[in-house]
């Protein structure tokens, strides 16, 4: 395989994604692999995106908060070791959580992160507020339109297009109907997204590079909680006010987020339950293309995709966005969370714990899928 595409549709649930409602998203099932149980780092864009790009945990590349760190300047992007290879490396992001402020531009030579003011003129990247910063953003046509365009300047250059859409984040307000059978709007988001993924395919065809020879990945950087519209919502009036769709919570509404490979020579239409993280996905990328390894918490899946299974891993997740809720005043007892997914055959528990205080709850997902029981780690 010559090219990567790396693909990002950003706030999506792993359970709308593989709902059979999206063409797009069932056109690459169809062509590729499915993992059924990917695990996100963290509930939160950059720092997501960051363990994406790195293969590294957040303590690794050294994003954990928004807009207070960077990317650490010791570690390697994927990007960077593309780069080096001879690829062109080019990127349209979409939203203030993906701003070259962060670092995540390092290695692409192209890096497009333009998005509009607020309705109210402010500056999208003053705003903690991960509701209101969503009004900003850079709508799907127009991410397609640029991709294509920056892909149709590259003549025969193998290249690494990282390209990201937003439209999913709240406030969920498709912009037209596209067709999908959708049962709400934030659905209708999600198949807006869905319908420009597939211009996207159809684009990188008619600017001369053919599908046939790049890897296609596409994955999202975490869920979203809609405060009951699903059944393992947590949100709101369910127990948890903080919570805005995402970023205080580690429930699965969040961390399980879809994640599909194809390309030449990988399984068409094959599902693998083992669970794995976003952090494989570079190492998984180099492994596949025969480049150099970086350094990553992350392991290869290219033997879990050559035999359609293989080893579960655990899965490590945190979240330090509490401690921005709490400057507000109005939850001054938000602490922030980390957690550890663990599934093997017959087996798949979840551990949470609050970082500066005492309680850790245990979640028997098989038995409790919601997790709606949790159970103390020690009961007094």
Known sequence: MRNVLLVSLDTLRAD?????????????????????????????????????????????HGIRHLLRETLNPGVTTLAEQLRAAGYATGAVVSCPGLNRWYGLDRGFDFYDDEIPRLPDGSDPLTVPDVKLRGLALKRAPLVTERAAAWLSSQGERPFFLFAHFFDAHWPYEPPED?????????????????????????????????????????????????????????AGELGHPYEEGHGCLLFDTTQHVPLIVCGPGLPRGTEITSQVRLVDIAPTVLDLLGLPKIETDGESLAGHLAAGSGPSRPAYSETYYPEERRQSGEYPDLLPLKAVRLSEEGDRRKVIWHVGGEAVDVYDLLADPHEQRGKPLVEG
């Open 16 to 60: 709308v994604a593989y709902s059979g409602k999206m063409a797009g998203i069932e056109s690459l099932r169809s062509a590729g692999v499915t993992f059924r149980q990917a695990i996100s780092s963290s509930p939160l864009t950059p720092i997501s995106h960051a363990s994406v790009f790195t293969g590294r945990q957040p303590a690794g």
């Open 178 to 234: 596209v067709g999908a059978d959708v049962d709400n709007p934030y659905e209708g988001e999600v198949a807006y997204s869905d319908h420009y993924l597939r211009r996207l395919l159809g684009r990188v065809e008619e600017s001369g590079h053919s599908l046939d020879d790049t890897l296609v990945v596409l994955f999202s950087d975490h869920g979203e909680d809609l405060a009951g519209w699903y059944p393992n919502d947590h």
